[in-house]
């Protein structure tokens, strides 16, 4: 199993959808979780860290699941500026090695 | 201090010939990591240090790979002999981690090397 797994998509959704995505995990040692953001032909920029207790910063909400060893990311009222591709990223075991799936692509249509 | 920069940000060379990135961290940041990124895919971690000493290098790297951070500051990814499968965005981020605190990565805008 790889360490982290997303589904690269795309995620093609309309103005105004709610999407969901999630990222497996497979080190259940992790106690940090992170989502970046990735814009076409840009640097990664930190979208949200993962709590244990959920985090939600607008019409973002990020949850983590140990039991199940993912982690989710909820945009509600999507806009065409949400079009991007969604990095989730965990350090390696116990290091401070931080590895990065291989992202989803999200589409927001209008 | 605007962020990470890179430079090279374009750099165009034959197979065989060596090329240099260097990338300037966050002055106050202790943690500095490379990674490499292709088409369609995640970045892929190369290596990184906590101030000058290198803690790991990823074993997918060949001995054609070197990376410094002499003074613990600025840092160069060599790359020798270069193959047409090096062509990809080298990525550079700093983080500061401290006793307590999330490691959260800050980019530069990354160096594309082309393989011809």
């Known amino acids: 199993r790889k360490e982290v797994e997303q589904d690269p998509g795309p995620f093609n959704v309309p103005e105004g959808a709610t999407v969901a995505f999630n990222c497996t995990y497979s080190n259940s040692a992790s106690q940090s979780f992170f989502w970046y953001r990735q814009d076409c032909r840009k640097e990664p920029k930190l979208l949200m860290s993962?709590?244990?207790s959920g985090n939600e910063d607008g019409r973002f909400t990020a949850q983590l699941n140990r039991a199940s060893q993912y982690i989710s990311l909820l945009i509600r009222d999507s806009k065409l500026s949400d079009s991007a591709t969604y990095l989730c990223v965990l350090p390696l075991y116990n290091t401070d090695k931080l590895i990065f799936g291989t992202g989803t692509r999200l589409q927001v249509f209008p | 201090d605007t962020g990470v920069s890179q430079n090279p940000r374009h750099k165009i060379t034959k197979r065989g010939q060596n090329v240099t990135f260097r990338c300037d961290p966050i002055?106050?940041?202790?943690?500095l990591y490379w990674y490499r990124q292709t088409l369609g895919q995640g970045p892929e971690f190369l290596t990184y240090?906590?101030?000058?000493?290198?803690?790991?290098k990823s074993r997918l790297l060949s001995d054609r790979f070197s990376a410094e951070r002499p003074k613990g500051s600025f840092s160069t990814l060599e790359i020798q002999r270069t193959e047409q499968g090096d062509s990809a965005m080298y990525l550079c981020?700093?983080?500061?981690?401290?006793?307590?605190?999330?490691?959260?990565?800050?980019f530069g805008a990354g160096s594309r090397l082309t393989v011809l």
């Open positions: 002055s106050e940041h202790n943690r």
């Open positions: 993962v709590y244990s």
């Open positions: 981020a700093s983080s500061f981690l401290g006793s307590s605190g999330a490691n959260v990565l800050t």
């Open positions: 240090f906590q101030n000058e000493a290198q803690l790991e």
